[in-house]
C-alpha cells in the first residue's frame, strides 16, 4: 500500500502539479468571487422593485439605474473572471 | 481538454499570445492583430453603410408627411436622447454631447451583435478596442471639465474635501478606465469563452445558439447601454461637480 503510493508519487513532476494547483485556484477564484457581485447585485434588484411597486410611474428611470448599478457593481466579479482566465491560459 | 484548450486560444490572442502584425519602432514593438482591425473596419462600414441607406429615406420637405423610415428614426433618437443624454444635468451638455455618446453606443452594440456570427469576433472582444474607447471617454471628460472650469479649479477638485485626499482621488481617477475596458472586455470575452465550450464539448447544435441569444444579444445590448451610460456619468461627473 505504502509502497504503491511512494511509486505513484514519484510519477508526479513538478508541472503536474502546478497544472493542478492552477486549475484549483482558477476554481476558487470564479467560485468566491462570484458571490460578491451576485449578493450585491441581487440587493440591487431587490431595492429597485420595492421602489417599482411602490411607484410604478418611476419604473423607466429606476431600471436605468439599477442596470447601472449593477454594472458597476459587476466589476469585482468581472476581475475575478480575468483573473481565473489569466491563472487557465497565461500563467 | 487539450482540444478545448487549442480552439480557445485562437479566441485568446489578445493575451499576448500570437500577435499576427509586428512593427519595430524605436527600439520597441508594436503588435497589431489583424482580425480585431478587420472586425472593426466591418463594424464601422455596417454602421456607415446602413446610416447612407436610411438617410436616402430623409430627402424631402419637412413639412411633408413622414415616410415609415424618417418615423422610426425619430423614435431610435428619442429612445436615444430619452435614454442616454438626459441624465446629463446641463441641457448645452447633453446636446454637445448627444452625437457622442450615441455613436459610443451603436459602435459597441453592433460590435458585441456581430460576434453572433460564426467565425466572427467581436472586436470588443479585445481588450485594446475597449481601452482605447474607455481612454477616449477619460481624456476627453477630463479635457472638458479643464474648458469649463479653468486649470486652476480643476487641480483643487483633487484636493476636496481635504488635501491630504490627493492620492486617492488620482486612484479613483484613474481606476475608472480601467474598470470601464475591463467591465465590457469581460463581459464579451466570457460570453464567446462559454459558447465556445459549449459548442465544442457539450452540445453541438441547439443549446449554442440559445447561449448566442442570451450572451450576443440580450448582454451584448445591455452592456453596450452601461458602456455608453457610463461615459455619460463619468462626463458629467468630471464637468459638473
Same mark, same amino acid.
Given at each position: ?91 | ?23 519595430? @519602432? ?5 503588435? *497589431? ?37 424618417? !418615423? ?6 428619442? %429612445? ?20 457622442? *455618446?450615441?455613436? %459610443? ?65 488620482? *486612484? ?5 478606465? @480601467?474598470?470601464? !475596458? ?43 447601454? *452601461? ?15
Amino acid at each position: 500500500m505504502l509502497q504503491e503510493a511512494q511509486s505513484v508519487a514519484s510519477g508526479i513532476s513538478g508541472a503536474d502539479i502546478v497544472a493542478a494547483a492552477k486549475y484549483i485556484a482558477a476554481g476558487i477564484c470564479m467560485g468566491i468571487g462570484a458571490i460578491g457581485s451576485a449578493i450585491g447585485e441581487g440587493i440591487a434588484a431587490a431595492h429597485a422593485l420595492d421602489g417599482m411597486a411602490r411607484q410604478p410611474e418611476m419604473q423607466g428611470a429606476l431600471l436605468r439605474t439599477m442596470v447601472l448599478g449593477q454594472a458597476i457593481t459587476e466589476t469585482t466579479g468581472i476581475y475575478s473572471l480575468l483573473v481565473a482566465i489569466v491563472l487557465l491560459f497565461v500563467v | 481538454m487539450h482540444e478545448i484548450f487549442s480552439q480557445l486560444a485562437g479566441l485568446l490572442t489578445h493575451l499576448g499570445e500570437k500577435p499576427i502584425l509586428v512593427i519595430p @519602432l524605436l527600439g520597441g514593438e508594436i503588435r *497589431v492583430d489583424w482580425m480585431t482591425i478587420l472586425m472593426s473596419w466591418t463594424v464601422m462600414t455596417i454602421i456607415i453603410v446602413i446610416a447612407l441607406f436610411l438617410r436616402r429615406s430623409l430627402r424631402q420637405p419637412v413639412e411633408e408627411k413622414p415616410t415609415r423610415v424618417q !418615423a422610426t428614426l425619430d423614435a431610435l433618437i428619442d %429612445l436615444l436622447q430619452g435614454q442616454l443624454s438626459s441624465n446629463f444635468s446641463s441641457e448645452e451638455l447633453a446636446r454637445m454631447m448627444f452625437p457622442f *455618446v450615441s455613436t %459610443l453606443f451603436l459602435y459597441v452594440l453592433v460590435s458585441n451583435w456581430i460576434g453572433i456570427v460564426p467565425y466572427l469576433t467581436s472586436p470588443t472582444q479585445d481588450l485594446n478596442v475597449t481601452f482605447g474607447l474607455a481612454l477616449l471617454v477619460f481624456f476627453l471628460s477630463h479635457w472638458l471639465a479643464m474648458r469649463k472650469k479653468g486649470i486652476r479649479r480643476y487641480l483643487r477638485g483633487f484636493a476636496e474635501p481635504y488635501a491630504f485626499m490627493v492620492p486617492i482621488n488620482l *486612484v479613483g481617477e484613474l481606476a475608472k478606465p @480601467l474598470s470601464h !475596458a475591463f467591465r465590457l472586455f469581460g463581459n464579451v470575452l466570457a460570453g464567446s469563452i462559454l459558447t465556445t465550450v459549449v459548442m465544442a464539448k457539450i452540445f453541438p447544435l441547439a443549446v449554442p445558439a440559445g447561449l448566442n441569444i442570451i450572451f450576443g444579444l440580450f448582454f451584448g445590448g445591455i452592456q453596450g447601454f *452601461v458602456f455608453a451610460i457610463l461615459a455619460v456619468a463619468y462626463i458629467n461627473v468630471a464637468v459638473e461637480s
